[in-house]
C-alpha cells in the first residue's frame, strides 16, 4: 500500500484576504483564499482528501512571502515552482490561463478556442473553478463574452479587486 502524499502549509495575509499556501516535495499544490484559517484547513482537507497535512511553521516563510508578492502585484508567478495536477483539459485550460498578461482578460470562448476546443466554454469555467493555485494561475483573469466577470471561486468582489489592481499596474 502506497503512503498518502503529503502536503505541508503555511498561512499568509494578502490585501485581499487569508491565504493558505501548501506545497508537496515537487512544489505549490495549493494557494487558497479565506475568511479564516479554520475554514482554510477545511477546504484543504475537502481538496486533497486522503493526504496528510502537515502545518509548516516557520519552515515556509520565504515561499509564503514569495506567494505574497505575486498576489499583491509586486512579483511574477513565473518563478515559483508549480505542482499542478488535473486532467489533461484542465492542465490545457491552466496552461492557457498562464499566457493571459496581467491586466489583460479573456472570455471563456476565448480560453476555448486557445486549447484548440471552441465550444467548451462551460468546460472552461469548471477548469477555473477547479483551479488550485489562486492567482499564480489567474483564473481571475477569465470573463463572460460580453465583459461581465462571471463567477470566481473566491468570490466576485475579490476577483474585481484583483482585475483593478493588474488594470492599475
Known amino acids: 500500500m502506497q503512503s498518502p502524499e503529503t502536503l505541508t502549509y503555511g498561512f499568509g495575509d494578502t490585501p485581499y484576504g487569508r491565504i493558505v499556501v501548501a506545497k508537496s516535495a515537487r512544489g505549490i499544490r495549493a494557494v487558497l483564499f479565506g475568511e479564516t484559517d479554520a475554514a482554510l484547513v477545511a477546504e484543504l482537507k475537502a481538496r486533497f482528501a486522503g493526504t496528510d497535512l502537515v502545518p509548516a511553521g516557520i519552515g515556509m516563510t520565504r515561499m509564503i512571502a514569495d ?3 505575486v498576489v499583491r502585484g509586486e512579483a511574477a508567478a513565473g518563478a515559483l515552482v508549480l505542482d499542478l495536477r488535473g486532467s489533461p483539459f484542465q492542465m490545457a485550460v491552466w496552461t492557457a490561463l498562464q499566457a493571459i498578461p496581467a491586466g489583460d482578460t479573456a ?11 471552441p465550444g467548451a466554454m462551460r468546460a472552461v469555467a469548471a477548469a477555473c473553478a477547479a483551479n488550485p493555485v489562486a492567482v499564480l494561475v489567474p483564473c481571475h483573469r477569465v470573463v463572460r463574452s460580453n465583459g461581465a466577470l462571471g463567477g470566481y471561486h473566491w468570490g466576485v468582489n475579490r476577483k474585481r479587486a484583483l482585475l483593478a489592481r493588474e488594470t492599475a499596474a
Do not use: L, M, N
Not at 472570455?107 to 476546443?117: L, R
Open 107 to 117: 472570455s471563456y470562448s476565448e480560453v476555448a478556442e486557445a486549447i484548440g476546443k
Open 67 to 69: 506567494v505574497v508578492s
